[in-house]
């Protein structure tokens, strides 16, 4: 299949005059008033209907609009009997596939829930909106609203149960109510809705969860939907081992679960008599919650199961016949858009993805793009772009492994003993991989022979053309997205300071974005001829170009030694993230008397980030860094009042002494 390569995807916006299906166009067509249906309803409701239907032009009654549920769970693959997996015991939703359009090449934003829950309720990109890091919280622009928001406004009833997470405040009006005993069941009579209920109980956490919880999660599978651990394929990527084989095991059974409870709602929507007055989105938030899934971003940390019921009354909208399939790629950024379309409101102009169903349905993507950034006390940067064929991966921190510790990850067993073969030298081929002490700078993969992307194609000459190609989307993509995460963390809060990382971000002042594309290539090449020019990066102008210059030279390990002078006077720097990676510089130089005192100093500081960074270059340095011990143990927050950053500061604080003191 060819894609064309010149086609962008930013901005998306179909003209309203897109050619509709003949029944379609009768529907929008159809003469109608702006305030029919709306009658019935409260009457500020129906003021505040009829005052948006006069600001945007929507005209179509609450009569000629469908119900949209979203069921939602997490952490789950396509690890269904529809998608093919005879493992699998999901019976509810085997049956709800029969009657949906079932795609099979849908993808989140990124493998985790937060930047990617945020990417579904704005329809804007996390490395654009300010989101892209776990529990780093962002501020919303006045124009940027959660697109419920949008529905209400139109007269539809919001519910939310019950799960938010979007790495920002969720603003009041996105919801009529948010809370675990949200229900459609609460609107006014006749109020069409959206509502979405989100199941954790296939989560990650439910893994590693006690036997007593597991057991409860589980509590209504019946013997022959109970998995054995000795019959798991064991994935690849994986070590074949008993911990992996079991959590394997565990995560299949609470997909099982998971399918119960999508039957409770579907049966709640027949006895109401809702069924075929409603649109049933189902999808997970991200790849399966397994250790080298979760939290990265190849193909199995970002393909979801998504399907879509349409029933006879909106069968007219649906591209193709129930239990028939769809290859057309979608991904997170798409999907607020595609709600608005189906009920036929406006799509505001800050929406970065495209709808792919409805009225204002734009054309079918050629590429999908998105990213991976600091997960949990994990700091890196990985942008991807991926057709119907490949995916390309550019690791912008190739310096730093796979493996770096994130706490989560490490509360399973299975990512014990992962490490423990890794410690014992006792892993080969693909699970070796995860531990290797670098990243690939660039990764290329035929995704349709392999799927769980293994071989590498970049340095293939045979792929250098696929190559080229989707290297130059990509970094138009990051420009044309407005693309964030190449200041470091601290410098994107910083620099938004009394605005927001959104406004900020097309700001060629505070996000130089082709700047630091220079810098990073530059970084990136960990080529010993350019340490010169890289200890050029430490005297640029902006700190976060410093940053990057600092960050080449500590790829070079030994290699940047003709750059002494300059790392140390970036020692001085007034950019903290920028003195703590010339500080960990040198200490493989041997400076140790000159740069443990920096790391120390910023265990100390009233800053978060960097803490975050200064215990990151201590784990790194293993022993270097025991002198650092005392200040490790100080260097403890006081506990937020919600997840934040500051957890990860404080899990760090608590792992770091077993590692480095031993």
Not at 98 to 124: D, H, K, M, N
Request: aromatic fraction near 8%; proline fraction near 7%.
């Amino acid at each position: 299949m060819h894609h064309s390569p010149s086609r962008p995807i930013l901005p998306v916006r179909q003209p309203q005059s897109i050619a509709k299906s003949s029944c379609e166009r009768q529907r929008v067509e159809r003469a109608r008033s702006p305030l029919a249906g709306a009658r019935s309803y409260p009457s500020r409701l129906f003021l505040v209907a009829s005052l948006v239907l006069a600001i945007t032009g929507t005209s179509a009654s609450a009569a000629d609009r469908p119900n949209i549920l979203w069921i939602t769970c997490e952490d789950t693959s396509p690890l269904l009997g529809c998608y093919g997996d005879t493992f699998a015991r999901t019976p509810r939703l085997d049956a709800f596939a029969r009657e949906s359009v079932l795609y099979t090449q849908a993808f989140a934003y990124t493998g985790v829930c937060a930047p990617s829950r945020s990417c579904l309720i704005t329809g804007v990109y996390p490395l654009r909106l300010g989101s892209l890091h776990m529990r780093s919280t962002t501020r919303l622009p006045t124009e940027i609203k959660g697109f419920p928001e949008y529905l209400r406004a139109a007269g539809y009833y919001a519910s939310n149960n019950v799960k938010e997470d979007y790495n920002f405040a969720t603003p009041k009006t996105t919801w009529d109510e948010s809370s675990n005993r949200a229900h459609w069941r609460k609107r006014a009579p006749g109020q069409t809705f959206f509502s979405v209920f989100n199941f954790t109980v296939s989560h990650q956490s439910q893994i590693f969860a006690t036997e007593a919880k597991y057991r409860e999660n589980t509590r209504r599978l019946t013997p022959d939907q109970r998995r054995d651990p000795a019959k798991v394929t064991v994935p690849p990527i994986h070590p074949d081992t008993p911990e992996f084989r079991k959590e394997w095991a565990r995560h299949y059974e609470n997909v099982t679960a998971t399918d119960y409870l999508v039957g409770d709602v579907l049966d709640e929507l027949e006895q109401d008599g809702l069924a075929e007055d409603t649109i049933v989105f189902f999808f997970s938030d991200h790849g399966t919650g397994m250790p080298g899934v979760k939290m990265w971003a190849w193909g199995s940390s970002l393909r979801v199961p998504f399907m879509v019921r349409f029933p006879e009354k909106w069968r007219h909208l649906a591209p193709a016949r129930p239990g028939e399939t769809t290859d057309r790629l979608v991904t997170f950024v798409d999907f607020a858009p595609t709600v608005l379309s189906l009920v036929d409101v406006d799509l505001p102009a800050h929406l970065q993805g495209s709808a792919f169903l409805g009225a204002k349905a734009g054309p079918p993507r050629d590429l999908i793009f998105g990213g991976k950034d600091r997960q949990g006390e994990a700091v890196d940067t990985v942008r991807y772009v991926r057709d119907h064929r490949f995916q390309y991966l550019r690791n912008f921190q190739p310096h730093l492994p796979h493996s770096q510790f994130m706490s989560y990850n490490w509360q399973h067993p299975s990512m014990r003993a992962w490490e423990r073969l890794h410690l014992a030298g006792k892993l080969t081929g693909a699970p070796a991989r995860f531990f290797a002490p670098r990243k690939a700078v660039e990764e290329l993969y035929d995704v349709g022979s392999d799927p769980w992307q293994i071989r590498n194609l970049a340095a293939d000459p045979a792929y250098a053309t696929e190559l080229a190609r989707l290297r130059a989307l990509l970094a138009t993509q990051m420009r044309a997205a407005g693309d964030l995460g190449l200041l470091p963390e601290r410098e994107l809060h910083a620099r938004s300071a009394g605005s927001t990382p959104y406004a900020i971000a097309t700001d060629a002042r505070r996000n130089p974005i082709t700047e630091l594309l220079r810098a990073a290539e530059l970084a990136n090449q960990m080529a010993p001829r350019n340490v010169a020019a890289l200890a050029e990066l430490l005297r640029a102008t902006d700190s976060a170009v410093r940053w990057w210059g600092a960050l080449g030279l500590l790829a070079l390990r030994a290699d940047a030694a003709p750059a002494k002078s300059a790392l140390l006077a970036a020692l001085d720097d007034v950019s903290p993230d920028t003195r703590i990676a010339a500080a960990e510089t040198l200490a493989h130089l041997g400076s140790l008397d000159r740069t443990l005192p920096v790391l120390e100093s910023a265990l100390r500081v009233d800053d978060i980030f960097a803490r975050l960074a200064a215990l990151n270059a201590a784990h790194r340095l293993g022993p270097l860094a025991r002198p650092l011990l005392p200040a490790i143990r100080q260097a403890k927050l006081a506990a937020p009042g919600h997840k934040d950053v500051s957890d990860y500061v404080n899990r760090l604080v608590e792992y770091l002494p077993d590692r480095i003191g031993k």
